[in-house]
Structure formats: C-alpha cells, structure tokens
C-alpha cells in the first residue's frame, strides 16, 4: 500500500523557518520525482516545488524561488522542504506526492499545516 506521511509543519512568526518532512512507502521511492504543493485556505491547490528521482534537478514556484528548498535522502524514502523566511501567504496545507506510472493519477499524502502569523 501507497503511504505518504507530511509532518514538520506548525505555527511560525514572519520571517522564520520551518522544514517539512514527508516519508514514503510502498513505491520505488529512490525513482520517483515528487513534489510539494499547496492549499491555501479558501484557495485552490497551487504548485510549490518539483525534485526529480536523483535529487539533482529541483523547480520552484517564483512565489517561493529564494526562500524555498527541496531536497531528499533516497537511502531513507524522505522528501524535505525547507522554508526560509516565511511570509503569512505561505500559510496553508503542505502536500507531497508523486505521479503513479501507471495509471498518471496523483498520488498524495494527508497533508501539514503550516500557519505563518504573528
């Protein structure tokens, strides 16, 4: 079975940091390209970050480029996303997840709160 687990997320002050952490199982984490992304409340989903399998390449939303960092450890199945320099409209929920080869559809965790405010 599928499992992705978010966890690191929290209530931080504007311009602090957090790092979210999200573990796989049930998949060939070590070549799977995964992502990070987002919901704002009462906002629809939006895309943060992509890493690919060998954690060589990364992308990042511009909302996010500078502050942000994506990361993972293969030999432990965790993905990272660093966050740097917070601002209250980072607030949301942090979602990692993965496109499934067979079938395309996304695959996703239950996601971590994140609430950036003084």
Known sequence: QV????????LVQPGGSLRLSCTGAGFTFFTTAM?????????????VSDIDSGGTRT????????RFTISRDNAINTLYLQMN???PEDTAIYYCNYIRPLDFSLI??????????S
């Open 3 to 10: 499992v992705l687990v978010e966890s690191g997320g929290g």
């Open 35 to 47: 992502s990070w992304i987002r919901q704002a409340p009462g906002k629809g989903l939006e895309w």
């Open 59 to 66: 992308y990042y939303a511009d909302s996010v480029k500078g």
């Open 85 to 87: 320099n917070l601002k």
């Open 108 to 117: 996703w965790g239950q996601g971590t709160h994140v609430t950036v405010s």
